[in-house]
């Protein structure tokens, strides 16, 4: 199994470790943060994105399409009740192609990335306090 640990560090600040990688999670001063970095629905988005746009490339790489500059945007809402994410939509650019007849497996290969496969399927988050 693989593993990411998340070490608080005062105020609204955490800090997500995984191998020799950090990132800095926080909120924005208007929800009592110090905005020292993403929001964690604005990571989990990024996630989303930077997913796709490796699938997306990785995809282009091997068909010859250029993927220089490849843009992927993201616009998410917040369901009704606030609870939870209820809807993004995600717009890929690839400025320097016009993948024409290979459009439909450009978006192909973003359907198919490992995050949003999973946010698709039967994913089980188990919760429990370590003593």
Not at 16 to 23: D, F, L, N, T, Y
Not at 27 to 35: C, M, R, T, V, W
Not at 43 to 62: E, K, P
């Amino acid at each position: 199994m693989n593993s990411v640990s998340v070490v608080y560090k005062g105020g609204i600040r955490f800090e997500a470790s995984s191998g020799k990688h950090q990132v800095i999670v926080d909120l924005p001063a208007e929800k009592g943060g110090a905005d020292a970095g993403m929001a964690p629905p604005d990571l989990f988005i990024s996630a989303l994105g930077t997913c796709i746009g490796v699938y997306v490339v990785r995809y282009c790489q091997n068909a010859k399409i250029d993927a220089e500059g490849c843009i992927i945007s993201l616009d998410w809402r917040l369901s009704d009740d606030k609870r939870s994410i209820a809807a993004v939509e995600a717009k890929i650019h690839l400025p320097k192609a016009e993948p024409g007849p290979r459009a439909r497996a450009v978006l192909e290969a973003a359907r198919s990335c490992l995050i949003h496969n999973t946010l698709h399927g039967d994913l089980n988050v188990d919760i429990s306090l370590d003593h």
